[in-house]
């Protein structure tokens, strides 16, 4: 008897032609030029990584966290990467 859990899935037909993608088409996606993103846990870990990826690409960073330490330091980095006002709550 076969085991269905050895059994290779069917092929999948491959697309006869290379998707096309218009030129220029992901510069815009990701432009957050000039938008505010409030990050709750942003005094650490991830989210202190995604407030100063935020900060980079031009966001005013609210950081909320209920530990004001690790806010504080999140803001200090937002802070050497731009000059828009975040703050900490
Ligand atoms: N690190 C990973 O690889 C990973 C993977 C998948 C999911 N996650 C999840 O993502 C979340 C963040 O992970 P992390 O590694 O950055 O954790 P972390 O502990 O480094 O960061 C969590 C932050 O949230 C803050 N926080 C906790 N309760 C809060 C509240 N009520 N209000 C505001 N802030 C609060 C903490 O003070 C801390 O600064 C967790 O839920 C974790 O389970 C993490």
């Known amino acids: 008897m076969t085991d269905p859990a050895n059994e290779r899935s069917p092929r999948v037909p491959m697309p006869s032609e290379e998707?096309?993608?218009p030129a220029g088409y992901?510069?815009?996606l990701f432009d957050?030029?000039?938008?505010?993103a409030?990050?709750?846990g942003g005094g650490s870990g991830l989210g202190q990584a995604i407030a100063v990826g935020y900060?980079?690409?031009g966001v005013?960073?609210?950081i909320a966290d209920v530990n004001m330490d690790?806010?504080?330091a999140t803001l200090a980095t937002v802070q050497t990467v731009t000059a828009l006002d975040s703050l900490i709550f």
């Not at 957050?32 to 505010?36: A, D, E, H, W």
């Open 60 to 62: 005013t960073v609210v």
């Open 26 to 28: 992901a510069n815009g």
């Open 32 to 36: 957050l030029k000039g938008r505010v």
């Open 19 to 21: 998707p096309t993608v």
């Open 70 to 72: 690790g806010a504080a």
């Open 55 to 57: 900060a980079q690409l």
């Open 38 to 40: 409030v990050v709750t």
